[in-house]
């Protein structure tokens, strides 16, 4: 009992798993679809972080290039498997919204936070000013990489000509490309934008079996957990006018990540603020240079194709969020007001995008 205890103290998530079967047994027994939704995306927050834990455990166990590999690749796995179901299910506006809201919530949310926290208890903090510059230009890169196809779409043909369709494959071509070399990078080099690790005296002390076994069962569960979300979701939105668009941008990217945001804020409080600053650049280049691209393909291949094209409103967000998160960091030092001024940001983007019809 008293290691049980213990295990509960250290990891607190670990008591949110009972959401789980409750999340299945409410959609058996078709509770109201908010109810639903609430008790899976609470469901889902603890299986997240088992994904990362386990990732990080890998990691351990392998040399520092591989186990940065293994956390670019499934880095965003939780988050991946919620957009393919949506995409199986045709909201195909909610996985671009939740992708824009993923990069936003990194930049914005999980810096701000993280600078914050830090720096209410250390004062200022630094990092690593050179990294902050190469990060802010790649970055830059990732979304004029969307903004593109999303600008000169409206001159070529509509949204579902082949033209179009054609212009957005070979966009995402060039961008999980230039995710490879980000990853041939991070193969070179222990510092890679693209990737980032946790120190092995913060990862779990796991062997590789039991690693695999926690990885293995989290994502089989998310995958059941994903389909009562979306579904609940599609319920929310009609029952509740709830846009699907805010659930997309702000929602679901906080439920896919809230435990990697959490070890973020964690390092920050440890005045390990270049972690930090690794943690949210490197999860936003994934999701814009994998992900994104990802999901075109995935939906092509489902029979539910989506563009790489986006709405006014989230190039202007994600502008508007990478040119902020890259001049605050640019000096590479931070402080508390900096990071209020970034959630400040965030905040009135949800505002905006909640009153969005």
Known sequence: MTKLINAIKS???????????????????????????????????????????????????????????????????????????????????????????????????????????GGVKHGIQTFDRRSAGRNAVLLLLAVVAMLVPSTFSHYIGSDTSVPVEAFSIGVAIVMIILYGLGLLDAARSPHSPITHSTPHDSAPHWTVRTAVIVLIATTVAIVFLSEVLVVSAEAVVAAYNISEFFLGIILIPLIGNVAEHLVAVQFAAKNKMDLSVEIAVSSSLQIALFVAPLLIFISLAMGNPMQLIFNQFELLALLIGVIIASLVSADGESTWLEGAGLLAVYIIFALGFFLLP
């Open 11 to 117: 990891k607190p998530l670990s008591l949110l798993l009972v959401f789980v079967p409750l999340a299945l047994a409410a959609e058996f027994m078709h509770w109201d679809p908010l109810a639903v939704f609430i008790i899976a995306a609470i469901g889902v927050i603890p299986l997240a972080a088992y994904i990362g834990e386990a990732t990080e455990a890998l990691a351990v166990h392998t040399s520092p290039r591989v186990g940065a590999l293994l956390n670019a690749t499934l880095g965003n796995a939780a988050e991946l498997i919620i957009t393919i179901t949506a995409i199986q299910a045709g909201l195909l506006e909610l996985v671009k919204a939740s992708i824009t809201g993923s990069i936003l919530g990194n930049l914005l949310l999980v810096l701000g936070l993280s600078m914050v926290v």
